[in-house]
């Protein structure tokens, strides 16, 4: 039997604005009651729908600088014009409680916790294309023109930090787009660094002992025995 470490993964999810971050993550969350989504803290006003606590903690620049200062941010970033950034407190709090936490944000943010904490998983979204990207920023008319040209501008930079990230997926069509999230969630549940003991009862060391050749066991490799 293996026993993995008991704290969650920490999942950051990035992409230029209009990739389709927020409804690939949703989708995830969907059949996934262990994966918590943070909630970010921004400077920028809410948009019609948007209900503060839950699409993010909405406060002014004042309050967002206060608290830079009091070292409460476990990244933050200037984007187009408004301060975004993630509280430290609940992201451990969930992730000590063993759930596995996803931050969606932009790049900048991404590159501050991989300085951090560089054992997380690094997921770059990408549009199927340039045209598409611009299609969906117009699309939304959440933004005025110029401010949809500035984020477009932007998403050009953004790609090119796409080599800094572990995974890449192009988001044509969001389900399966999660689908492939997920497998990534799934496979990085796996991995052998995640295990903090592993228990053979009797019959499984008899089976191994079958298993393993005594004449290999514990040998190292030489180019000789390749051969
Ligand atoms: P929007 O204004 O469209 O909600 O967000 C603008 C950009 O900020 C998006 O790329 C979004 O993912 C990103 N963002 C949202 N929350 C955070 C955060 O906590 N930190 C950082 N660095 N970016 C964030």
Redesign the pocket.
């Known amino acids: 039997m293996i026993k993995t470490k008991k704290q969650g993964l920490l999942i950051v999810l ?4 209009g990739s389709g ?2 409804t690939v993550c949703d989708e995830v969350k969907k059949g996934n009651k262990n994966i918590w989504e ?1 909630i ?3 400077s ?1 006003k809410p948009r019609n729908s948007e209900v503060n606590g839950e ?2 903690y909405f406060v002014s620049k004042e309050e967002f600088e206060k608290n830079i200062k009091d070292g409460k941010m476990l ?3 200037e ?2 014009g ?1 301060y ?3 509280l430290t407190d609940s992201v451990f709090k969930h992730l000590n409680n063993g759930e596995d936490v996803i ?4 790049i ?3 590159l501050q916790i991989k300085k951090k904490i560089p054992q997380a998983i690094f997921v770059f979204l990408l549009p199927p294309s340039m045209q598409e990207l611009k299609r969906r920023l117009i699309g939304r008319k ?1 933004e005025s023109k110029d401010k949809v040209m500035e ?1 477009f501008e932007t998403a050009y930079k953004e790609i090119n930090e796409l080599s800094k990230y572990n995974y890449v997926i192009v988001n044509d069509e969001v389900k399966a787009a999660a689908s492939k999230l997920m497998a990534i969630i799934k496979a990085e549940r796996c991995r052998v660094d995640r295990i903090e003991e592993v228990f053979l009862d009797n019959l499984e060391e008899k089976i191994h002992e079958k298993l393993v050749d005594k004449n290999l066991e514990n040998k190292p490799l030489e180019m000789n025995n390749l051969k």
């Not at 990035?14 to 604005?17: C, I, L, M, Q, R």
């Not at 931050?103 to 932009?106: G, H, S, T």
């Open positions: 990035s992409g230029p604005s971050k927020n943070s970010s803290m921004t920028r699409a993010y990244e933050y970033a984007f187009a408004n975004y950034g993630t931050l969606v944000i932009e900048q943010g991404a959440t984020r």
